[in-house]
């Protein structure tokens, strides 16, 4: 039965491709056995039920075999045979790579080297927080074994000794150009995975008693457990066996190949279905007390971060927070003294960090992940995978620009607002001070998505009083009279220098309105466009790169408006080098008397 049912995955995978035009028959009648056995004899999965907790977590890392995937749940009789037509077809959920368009999918994959990290995430949440005994299966390909971030989560699962975490590797020999690194070579892989904690079985990928043993020897194993399996691309088609140059194309005569595969079948699986359990974790949310800061003092907007956070650990119990080794420096460390046991040290590895929080949402806790603002960048796929996922995060960047000083641009982020801006249904957050950051903290759990936190190193005067309100999507307007000539838009550490400039130019005779645009995505349209139409004259300032940040996210507001102003940006334009952090504002030309002079500039005109 379980050969018969792998040439049906086979046959089904073939014509969902064929039906496409398009997609990797070859790279699913490779694994095609290896699911087979696993639907029909390891997987616990209630397909009626997707979100029972108690469901064991299957990942296809290797996405481009989505037509296999696709064939299970045709096998499992969750997906018709005729839906397999409308595959990578528009308005299908059948896309090209799997994503939770479909119920039974946690998360998006296709980029490679990322779902064995999700799968790890997931497994930690088991572990370590759920205490359930579901476990995780992840299909991952030969070809992303030279990802660095599948080491990353090697290292991670190892370390962390998640024994319910298999990784099922379909060695096929044959990558999308041509060979692989280390070919069928099972046992070059086994010893760089063993290396790691893991314990490997290496197989014959097509011989179904053999994978089925290597599944009850993971199953059964202390250690998260590698399955190597042999296999050969494009498996019982003599026209794309092994063949090179046929990746990523539909079988040339798919007709005579399902013949070749004995034709088209109709066997259903029962899938084991654990019995249903109930979130055990409870959903405690206590009134919160975010902290409160006196005006007029001089606090970090990153220590008031961390000190909102671990309050907010006392009120919400599905709060957890991430670290990469920098907990003392973005002051998540508040966190994980009050809260141990819902504190994740991932050490330098932001690509794992960022897959073990998208594998803690799937299994429905709620994570901060926090690290340098230069430091996203390392994990900036995982993170657009994430927003592709629907996944909720919350993550923050500290040390932001160069107003971090002396440390130089290795260390600064400039780019952040950017990428973050990019990102699919993303809020981006900037605060100026202490109070604003802890009210924002705590508004980013109650929006969905990717949302992003940036925190300033230095300490800075609290602005607002306890009775401020923040809602995102909003601003604050610090200075404003009917008599403004002008409107200085600043967020985070520039709001401050638009203030000192603002002061200035009172004492010149120019009134200069001032915007703190904490909320960078979603803008405050309605003051932006009210501002351009009082003054008729905007400039925005910025500790970043010119490129896609606060400046283009005001004019991006003021896109399609009626009284369209003269807008002058201020950003960081040369890179900078070591200095303190007002000289490294000055060279950058976004300090205060740099503001006054382009309004000077500006006004005269």
Request: charge should be negative; include cysteine; proline fraction near 4%.
């Amino acid at each position: 039965m379980l050969t018969a049912l792998g040439r049906q995955l086979r046959v089904d995978a073939v014509r969902a491709a064929d039906f496409a035009g398009s997609g990797h028959p070859t790279s699913s009648l490779s694994a095609a056995d290896l699911m087979a056995v696993l639907l029909a004899g390891h997987l616990r999965y209630d397909f009626e039920a997707a979100q029972n907790p108690a469901n064991d977590h299957l990942i296809f890392s290797k996405g481009h075999a989505s037509p296999l995937l696709y064939a299970m749940y045709v096998a499992a009789g969750v997906v018709s045979s005729e839906e397999l037509r409308w595959y990578r077809s528009s308005g299908s959920r059948l896309q090209g790579h799997p994503t939770p368009a479909l119920p039974w999918v946690d998360v998006a994959t296709g980029s490679l080297g990322q779902g064995l990290g999700i799968g790890a995430g997931m497994a930690l949440a088991g572990k370590r927080l759920d205490r359930r005994d579901f476990r995780v299966w992840v299909l991952c390909g030969d070809s992303e074994l030279a990802e660095g971030s599948m080491w990353e989560a090697f290292e991670h699962a190892g370390y962390e000794r998640l024994h319910n975490l298999t990784a099922i590797v379909d060695v096929n020999r044959l990558g999308q150009r041509g060979p692989t690194r280390h070919g069928w070579d099972t046992a070059a892989y086994a010893r760089r995975i063993s290396a790691f904690g893991w314990h490997t079985v290496e197989i014959d990928g097509h011989d179904v008693e053999a994978i089925d043993a290597a599944y009850a020897e993971a199953a059964a194993s202390e250690s998260p457990t590698a399955i190597l399996a042999r296999t050969r691309k494009g498996k019982g088609v003599r026209a794309v066996e092994d063949v090179e140059g046929v990746h990523g194309k539909p079988l040339p005569d798919a007709e005579a190949a399902i013949a070749e595969l004995g034709g088209r079948s109709a066997i259903r699986v029962e899938v084991a279905a654990p019995e249903y359990e109930r979130p055990s974790r409870p959903d405690e949310l206590r009134e919160l007390a975010v902290p409160v800061y006196e005006q007029g003092r001089r606090v970090a907007t990153r220590t008031a971060f961390g000190q909102a956070l671990a309050s907010m650990g006392h009120a919400r119990s599905d709060l957890v927070v991430l670290d990469g080794e920098v907990s003392d420096s973005t002051r998540t460390a508040y966190f994980a003294t009050e809260h141990p046991d819902r504190f994740f040290e991932c050490y330098i590895a932001e690509q794992q960090m960022t897959a073990t929080a998208v594998g803690l949402s799937v299994r429905g806790w709620l994570p901060f992940a926090a690290t340098f603002a230069a430091f996203w960048s390392r994990a900036y796929d995982f993170v657009r995978m994430a927003a592709v996922s629907g996944a909720d995060l919350c993550l923050v960047g500290s040390h932001a620009g160069v107003s971090i000083g002396a440390d130089g641009p290795s260390q600064m982020g400039l780019e952040d607002i950017a990428a973050f801006r990019a990102l699919w249904r993303s809020t981006v957050l900037y605060p100026c001070d202490a109070n604003s950051t802890a009210h924002l903290t705590a508004a980013m759990t109650e929006h969905s998505g990717i949302r992003y936190l940036r925190t300033t190193r230095e300490d800075t005067p609290v602005l607002y009083g306890p009775e401020e309100t923040f809602p995102i999507g909003g601003s604050k307007v610090l200075r404003s009279s009917d008599a403004d000539e002008v409107t200085i838009v600043g967020a985070g550490i520039t709001v401050h220098e638009a203030l000192r400039a603002a002061d200035a130019l009172a004492d010149e005779g120019v009134r200069a309105r001032v915007v703190d645009l904490y909320s960078l995505k979603p803008v405050d349209v309605a003051t932006l466009r009210r501002a351009a139409a009082d003054t008729g004259r905007i400039v925005t300032v910025e500790d970043h790169w010119p490129q896609g940040g606060l400046g283009d996210a005001v004019l991006d507001a003021l896109t399609g408006s009626i009284a369209m102003p003269t807008v002058v940006k201020l950003g960081v334009l040369a890179l900078p080098g070591s200095a303190t952090p007002a000289e490294q504002l000055r060279h950058a030309g976004i300090d205060a008397d740099s503001v006054v002079e382009a309004v000077r500039e500006l006004v005269a005109e």
